[in-house]
């Protein structure tokens, strides 16, 4: 009798579950950091062996070995004992915090913006900040960002704390990929007062990210400082203090016509940073020699002052390969470090 009380009710639609959909920019993070993924650090992984000891140099309290005393190691490791006894300056490596973080300092300045092949220099930095971050964050190490211009202006205006994981990656790579556009446009009274105040504000300040850097990054980390160091000649200080405070890697952008100028005829040259527009003869043999002299003794006092700061230097050309780059870096990380006994997992030496 009871069962005829309770007729079963026929189950009611259910509503299709909302979908919302991913923003453009997260969208074109992910599409990038599945290519990137798929070609270069796919690429990697069959070449690089070990942990991170290579990309990220920590401190920690067990002693792993002495090896001699090289230019710009910390004297605070100075083994003074051994040092004595061998009338020669050691210092001591200790096996390094599991555990650190890296940041990128990024310089999104207009004079990235340029690129006389395929790509621009802000591809490849694009490019490379992608896979190095991913290498980084995918065996538990933290990365975070501070961002130079990413909105137009020649200003510090975006910060990512470090955080690890897949998805901080991608919010790095949406932060670069956005419109380089202020996020409220000022007025025309605002722009003019802005005018007067600070006619040189189109020109690169590095030192201001730098600077900005010091305050950020509060724990001894791993420092990228990615930018092509066109700039103004400020910089230099406050690099050197940062690398006194952090393991600092400077990674500079470059691309082939900045050294050497070929025989195009008239071509209407414009400055990326100010906008100031030049007419040249590059048919001119004596242009071209005067040209080249300048960017080499350019280039010559950039990497003095990158080596008087005391920073390990990575240059990555338009034209180069950001595999084959990644491993110059390696190579050179275990050159500093003075590790012997080979790179440790996930970045060691090539076969």
Known sequence: MLFGLF????????????????????????????RL??????????????????????????????????????????DWNVTARQQTPFVRVFTEDREMAAWFLIDLSPSVDFGSGEQQ???????????????????????????YGSRGRAVVDAVLPARGGRNQVLRLLQMIQQPAQPLQPPSRKERQAAKEKDKGNGT???SDL??????????????????????????????????RRHDVVAVRLLDPLERE?????????????????LLVDTH?????????????????????????????????????????????????????SGLRAGLPAHLGARP
Request: net charge neutral.
């Open 210 to 243: 730098l600077n900005a850097a010091t305050h950020t990054v509060r724990q001894r980390s791993t420092v990228f400082v990615v930018s092509d160091f066109i700039s103004e000649p400020d910089w230099e200080k406050p690099l050197g203090e940062l690398a």
């Open 261 to 277: 100028l070929p025989d195009l005829g008239l071509l209407t040259m414009r400055d990326a940073e100010t906008g100031e527009q």
């Open 284 to 336: 001119d043999k004596r242009f071209r020699e005067r040209f080249a002299r300048i960017a080499a003794e350019r280039e010559e006092t950039l990497r003095t002052s990158l080596a008087r700061a005391g920073v390990d230097t990575l240059e990555l050309a338009t034209d180069d390969d950001l595999a084959d780059a990644i491993l110059r870096f390696v190579d050179l990380r275990k050159r500093r």
């Open 7 to 34: 007729k079963s009710r026929p189950a009611e639609p259910q509503p299709p579950p909302v979908v919302v959909p991913a923003s453009p920019g997260v969208e074109r993070a992910d599409a990038l950091m599945r």
């Open 37 to 78: 993924e798929w070609t270069v650090m796919r690429r990697l992984d069959g070449l690089l062996q070990g942990d991170y000891r290579t990309l990220m140099r920590g401190t920690g309290l067990d002693l792993a070995d002495l090896r001699e005393y090289q230019h710009h190691d910390d004297v605070r490791h100075i």
């Open 121 to 147: 220099k802000s591809q490849i930095l694009r490019d490379f900040v992608a896979v190095l971050a991913r290498l980084i964050s995918r065996h538990g190490n933290r990365v975070g960002a501070v961002l």
């Open 204 to 206: 690169t300040r590095l």
